[in-house]
Antibody, heavy 124, light 108 residues
Framework: EVQLVESGGGLVQPGGSLRLSCAAS????????MNWVRQAPGKGLEWLTY????????YYADSVKGRFTVSRDNAKNSLYLQMNSLRAEDTAVYYC?????????????????WGQGTMVTVSS | DIQMTQSPSSLSASVGDRVTITCRAS??????LNWYQQKPGKAPKLLIY???NLQSGVPSRFSGGGSGTDFTLTISSLQPEDFATYYC??????????FGPGTKVDIK
């Protein structure tokens, strides 16, 4: 079964740090680019960061640039999000999501597999 | 950055109704527009990619259309399991795979 499982969420004080992990299974992780998306309580979806399959290309949303760092370990089938200088407005459910590729290898940029999410609460 | 808007923000409909949700981009995104369904407490689910392509396993009552700046998601005959929030997302411009604010579909 194709699956993504996030972990590492929790309660952290403002200014603190947290590292999220996303474990992939059921597919060739090293062949797919990956993303992190978050959703604040009662709010919509916010794309945060993209990392290519070989980590050569990385993008960040302005809201997290300079504070969050995405990385991956293809040998461990894992994606990571290092979050520093956390703020109350970073409180959200954080999802990892796989970039979709069709049978010809083309990607329209959609996200076809999502994890269940991990909750991050930034509060004193 | 490309901004996405959706209308309406919410709607009430009955089982069997035809429902159309509109998504508009602040500039042309050609056909790089995707639609997701999200139910409370669950992760989003990809419904439509590249404006009009139905993701595998998604019922054919869902369809997408449009290009450039204006797009639609249509549910031809609303079913009880379709009550959810729907998001559009542009994947034309990186960085910034922006989502729309969502449209909540609930029971009339």
């Amino acid at each position: 079964e194709v699956q993504l499982v996030e972990s590492g969420g929790g309660l952290v004080q403002p200014g603190g740090s947290l590292r999220l992990s996303c474990a992939a299974s059921g597919f060739t992780f090293s062949s797919y680019s990956m993303n992190w998306v978050r959703q604040a309580p009662g709010k919509g979806l916010e794309w945060l960061t993209y990392i290519s399959s070989g980590s050569r290309t990385i993008y960040y949303a302005d809201s997290v640039k300079g504070r969050f760092t995405v990385s991956r370990d293809n040998a461990k089938n894992s994606l990571y999000l290092q979050m520093n200088s956390l703020r109350a407005e970073d409180t959200a459910v954080y999802y990892c999501a796989r970039t979709y590729y069709d049978s010809s290898g083309y990607s329209p940029g959609a996200f076809d597999i999502w994890g269940q999410g991990t909750m991050v609460t930034v509060s004193s | 950055d490309i901004q996405m808007t959706q209308s309406p923000s919410s709607l009430s409909a009955s089982v069997g109704d035809r429902v159309t949700i509109t998504c508009r981009a602040s500039q042309s995104i050609t056909r790089y527009l995707n639609w997701y369904q999200q139910k409370p407490g669950k992760a989003p689910k990809l419904l439509i990619y590249a404006a009009s392509n139905l993701q595998s396993g998604v019922p054919s009552r869902f369809s997408g259309g449009g290009s450039g700046t204006d797009f639609t998601l249509t549910i031809s005959s609303l079913q009880p399991e379709d009550f959810a929030t729907y998001y559009c997302q542009q994947s034309y411009s990186a960085p910034g795979f922006t989502f729309g604010p969502g449209t909540k579909v609930d029971i009339k």
